[in-house]
Nanobody, 119 residues
Framework: QVRLVESGGGLVQPGGSLRLSCVASGSEFSINAMGWYRQAPGKQRDLVATITSGGITNYADSVKGRFTISRDNAKNTVYLQMNSLKPEDTAVYLC?????????????WGQGTQVTVSS
């Protein structure tokens, strides 16, 4: 089993910044990719950004130029720096990890952290 714990959410004014963190813990696993998704009330879960173990990144068009995903492989941690936040960025942000355990692929989700952008 792999556990993902997110932190860093909160209330911020439009134009502000937040930094989310997600730490993966467990035993006998290697991380292939990690990413952030978000889900607003009544809407589907959407991809925000992903990063592979080799550092290849992918972003949703809506966050390109404003958000930056990064990771610390030694700490099994992924970060999401969010700048120039807009009210439409308000959502629960969920961390996802694609891992290998004993030669088999698995996907895990965190519990999520609330991000609210409002004046």
């Amino acid at each position: 089993q792999v556990r993902l714990v997110e932190s860093g959410g909160g209330l911020v004014q439009p134009g502000g910044s937040l930094r989310l963190s997600c730490v993966a813990s467990g035993s006998e696993f290697s991380i292939n990719a990690m990413g952030w998704y978000r889900q607003a009330p009544g809407k589907q879960r959407d991809l925000v950004a992903t990063i592979t173990s080799g550092g290849i990144t992918n972003y949703a068009d809506s966050v390109k130029g404003r958000f930056t995903i990064s990771r610390d492989n030694a700490k099994n941690t992924v970060y999401l720096q969010m700048n120039s936040l807009k009210p439409e960025d308000t959502a629960v942000y969920l961390c996802n990890a694609q891992v290998s355990r004993r030669g088999r692929p698995y996907g895990y989700w965190g519990q999520g952290t609330q991000v609210t952008v409002s004046s």
